[in-house]
């Protein structure tokens, strides 16, 4: 027969609930101020508090966001900017990684090439900008570059700093037992680096819209940084905070998928 499990202790249950009620009331909390923000906002545009040609205001926004649907076909520009974003943020993590693995590895190679990494690093992108579209051309390969650019030396350091962080205690060890630096790297390095790899992926859902957004101002006819650059080229500023808006939204899904992933791996760990 079955044992039946034990009912959790009384105090036990009472920390789990607090929890959970503090969650709520933060959700609640963030709920409301997005709202008093809202409503302020809109209540100073609708008794001319401020000037609603340079600020906008919710209601135009909404609106605006209305007319982009239906006359601009918002969801292709949207879905160009999210595609080349995710081209970015994903080609920009294999190659950081990759680069993180090789430099660890060879630990004399990153000697050589460090000073070199970090100048590429404090060296503005948008300065290579005309670079980018003399040897890419005026299309998504030269947005998805500059995103990849902005993203990829941010991977690599974190990743090798990761890499080079884990116990030299528990290598040794490992090498002591015949292991060669590729089991180290698989069993050990790996699986410890990944808290450090979630973190990454947060910092770049943030960078890669950045890159793709400053890409699109450079060189693109169509994605959301388009839309922000013509509206501020014709005045048009219920455009730029409507195409701003849309683009808040995607970015922060993109970012409740990264969230959701460590939940995950947590929960698996």
């Known amino acids: 027969m079955r044992q039946k499990k034990k009912p959790s202790s009384e105090q036990h249950e009472k920390f789990l609930k607090g929890i959970r009620k503090k969650k709520t009331l933060v959700t609640c909390l963030r709920v409301l101020l997005l709202v008093f923000l809202l409503g302020l906002w809109e209540l100073c545009a609708f008794f001319n508090l401020i000037d609603t040609y340079i600020t906008s205001s919710p209601s135009r926004i909404f609106a605006t966001i209305g007319e982009l649907i ?38 004399t190679l990153w000697k050589v090439l460090e000073p070199y990494i970090v100048v590429l690093n404090s060296l503005p992108k948008i300065a290579l900008g005309p670079v980018i579209i003399i040897w890419c051309g005026t299309g998504t390969k030269s947005i998805v570059v500059m995103a990849i650019l ?23 060890l490992l090498r002591s037992m015949g292991a060669n630096k590729f089991q180290i790297l698989v069993k050990l390095v790996l699986p410890a680096s990944l808290p450090s790899f979630i973190s990454v992926l947060k910092i770049n859902v943030g960078m890669a819209w950045v890159g793709t957004i400053m890409g699109e101002y450079l060189v693109s006819r169509a994605g959301l940084g388009y839309l922000i650059s013509y509206g501020g080229t ?23 998928c990264v969230a959701l992933l460590e939940k995950l791996v947590r929960r698996r760990d």
């Open 70 to 107: 239906r006359e601009w076909d918002l969801f292709t520009h949207a879905g160009i900017t999210l595609l080349e974003t995710l081209e970015g943020f994903f080609l920009s993590m294999l190659i950081g990684t990759g680069a993180a693995i090789l430099l660890w590895s060879f630990d």
């Open 150 to 172: 902005i993203c990829v030396i941010i991977t690599l350091l974190n990743m090798l700093t990761a890499f080079r962080s884990c116990e030299e205690e528990k290598i040794l």
């Open 234 to 256: 014709v005045l048009n500023l219920d455009m730029v905070m409507a195409s701003t808006v849309v683009l808040c939204f995607l970015a922060a899904a993109m970012y409740a």
